[in-house]
């Protein structure tokens, strides 16, 4: 039997037949936080448009300054103030923070390093040694010119980049439609989150927890059903939720068991295994596929915990190739803050809380079924396969949890 793929090697598998989506859909600026801009946002005009004053003070001519006279004012610019007052040579005028700086006027002096002798009616003098032209003036388009790209296609829009697009005149941007997800979960045990459970059964936590993680990565859960441990009923679920979805996620229903169903009806419903196995813990059994439609099948094991690390470890990078989306996800590395163990035979992905000085530990668990240990923890720490503990100190992958 072959040698299971590293998770590096499995993910690339599951990369390579993943095809950006091409929907794309408008939204106010109000909802857009989050969602992946699918049209450049470019600058419509010089960005200042004007050369606007940085500070409460004086504009001037810097060779005025330079001569060290006082200077009599000719009045006050406001901001929001269209007109662009006349400034004889060897006057200034006094402007306000964001007011459009007359013609001519190279130098705005703050009030600090004045007298302000206009509020007696007297001439400024300024204490201005060392101050250059263009002196607290924001120049027309120091920030970008107009046609300048200012938020690029495939970023993720947060709120300075809504303003932005605001600054542009855009109350509404284009978005790339979020992936359409179907989620079947499967197994005989599993019962309604609002059943009384018999001493066999559980609870299906995984639904929930799929879903929740699901839309927090930028898909959206069009539906959910349970299927019985069947064969038959396996194949018509499975061929029903594949009709009109972009990806379909099965949890459980995939190791060696006997009643493990879902990988003989993905085949004979004509998927394409890409992926089959990794060498990962919790996550081995994991498989992904593809039907002759280009639909992508993506097949978790169903212990909760593997559920958890599967998803952001698998689901989440498909999401995030169907959106376009530019960057990776944001891994980031840690100093682990205890000593603790791995494993020999498979790279482990355990949940870890991380301090703010950027310390991480690792739980104690009982195993992927031990979802109760996870609570608390803020990301998946990626330990490296070996024998002896891990030392304290040890510099290693940290991916926090989607939000």
């Not at 010089?46 to 009045?75: E, I, K, N, T, V």
């Not at 039907?291 to 094991?301: E, K």
């Not at 396969?385 to 030392?391: A, L, N, R, V």
Request: charged share 20%; aromatic share 4%; proline share 8%.
């Amino acid at each position: 039997m072959p040698a299971l793929p590293s998770y590096e090697e499995a993910l690339d598998r599951i990369r390579s037949v993943v095809v950006p989506l091409q929907r794309s859909e408008p939204v106010s600026l109000g909802t857009a936080t989050g969602r992946i801009l699918h049209e450049t946002i470019r600058a419509d005009r010089d960005q200042p448009p004007f050369d606007r004053s940085a500070m409460d003070g004086y504009a001037l001519r810097h060779q005025d300054l330079a001569a060290g006279d006082p200077l009599p004012s000719a009045g006050m610019v406001a901001a929001g103030d269209g007109t662009s007052p006349a400034v004889s040579p060897g006057c200034c005028i006094a402007i306000a923070t964001g007011a459009v700086v007359p013609g001519e006027l190279d130098t705005v002096i703050q009030h600090e390093l004045t007298d302000r002798g206009d509020l007696q009616g007297g001439p400024i003098h300024f204490k201005a040694d060392g101050i250059k032209p263009g002196n607290a003036i924001h120049q027309q388009g120091a920030d970008a010119r107009e046609g300048d790209a200012l938020v690029e296609a495939g970023e993720s829009m947060d709120s300075i980049q809504c303003a932005l697009a605001a600054a542009t005149g855009a109350g509404t941007v284009q978005v790339r439609s979020r992936p359409r997800v179907f989620l079947l979960t499967s197994g005989d045990e599993i019962i309604p989150v609002d059943s009384t459970p018999e001493p066999h059964q559980v609870r299906n936590t995984n639904a929930i927890l799929a879903r929740d993680l699901s839309e927090h990565m930028g898909a959206r859960v069009t539906g959910h059903a349970h299927l019985p441990d069947e064969p038959g009923a396996v194949k018509k679920a499975l061929e029903a939720a594949l009709s009109d979805v972009d990806l379909l996620v099965t949890v459980g229903g995939i190791s060696a068991g006997d009643r493990d169903f879902i990988p003989g009806q993905l085949e004979a419903l004509g998927i394409r295994t890409v992926l089959e196995g990794a060498s990962i813990q919790p996550g081995k059994p994991i498989r992904a596929g593809l039907d002759p439609h280009g639909t992508m099948v993506l097949s978790l094991p169903g212990n909760p915990v593997s559920v958890l690390a599967c998803t952001c470890l698998f689901l989440w990078p498909i999401v995030h190739a169907m959106l376009g989306a530019r960057g990776p996800l944001p891994w980031r590395d840690v100093r682990l803050g205890e000593a603790t163990r791995a494993s020999a035979r498979r790279q482990q992905f355990r949940p870890a809380h991380v301090s703010l000085d950027g310390k991480a530990t690792v739980p104690e668990w009982a195993g992927s079924g031990d979802l109760a240990h996870s609570s608390g923890t803020c990301g998946l720490l990626a330990l490296p396969i070996q024998t002896e503990e891990i030392p304290a100190g040890t510099r290693l992958r940290f991916l926090p949890w989607p939000s």
